[in-house]
């Protein structure tokens, strides 16, 4: 961003590419948009509420007070008739935006100081790899909240290595967390929605995460 914070990482993981949008703050680098190369995405309004989420289906668009709004079938993966998509345009911040126009166009731009860049993130997942795939874990309450307080320790963890290691210097303050410990905290805020959880806990677990 042009505060100096990181606004988009691009990681590799088994020769496939992750996209991982943050918020333009300095100290919580809230995460606003999940992007993976199995088809699954994701995109939080800023509270940090589920906006948009993708499978190798289709995908959901909902309001700011959980109601679903949209819904569309992919219709590689649809034998029959299917709810096709229209395209979709949302803003994340002043920066950073994602358009949906098919599976396998799923742009994230990114535009600042009168430059631009776009990814797409988009994948084709055939529909004989789609019936391969394993169910989604469900974990129970004791289970999310052990895996929640891990990660905010190792947050913690990394941020008193910083400290160490800029003892006189609040330089530590904008180094960013690791990447696998973002991806670790969107992946724990994805078994939330799938989970038989009230939204309080809901909730809390996702305060420990960005906290």
């Known amino acids: 961003y042009p505060s100096g914070n990181l606004a988009i ?10 996209c991982i949008v943050q918020e333009d703050e300095l100290r ?5 948009a999940l992007f993976q190369p199995d088809g699954r995405s994701t995109c939080y309004y800023p509270n940090g509420d589920e906006w948009i989420n ?21 219709p590689n993966l649809s034998p029959g008739p299917h709810v096709p998509l229209s395209p979709i345009f949302i803003s994340l911040n002043r920066h950073v935006g994602v358009r949906i126009l098919a599976q396998d166009k799923v742009f994230v731009s990114f535009l600042a100081m009168g430059r631009q860049a776009k990814f797409n993130m988009g994948t084709k997942v055939q529909a004989s790899a789609a019936s391969q795939l394993p169910p989604p874990t469900r974990l129970g309450e004791d289970e999310l909240l052990l895996l929640a307080f891990r990660v905010r320790i190792l947050q913690l963890f990394d941020r008193m290595r910083g400290c160490l290691n800029f003892p006189s210097s609040e ?23 799938a989970a038989d959880i009230s939204d309080e806990l809901r909730s809390s677990i996702r305060a420990i995460v960005n906290a």
């Open 54 to 74: 993708m499978s190798i289906q289709g995908g959901q668009y909902l309001d700011q007070a959980g109601n679903r709004v949209r819904r569309w079938m992919w």
């Open 28 to 32: 919580t680098a809230r995460i606003r």
């Open 9 to 18: 990482i691009v990681t590799r993981e088994r020769d496939q590419l992750i």
């Open 171 to 193: 330089q530590w303050n904008k180094i960013q967390p690791p990447t696998y410990l973002m991806t670790q905290a969107v992946k724990i805020l994805e078994l939330c929605m």
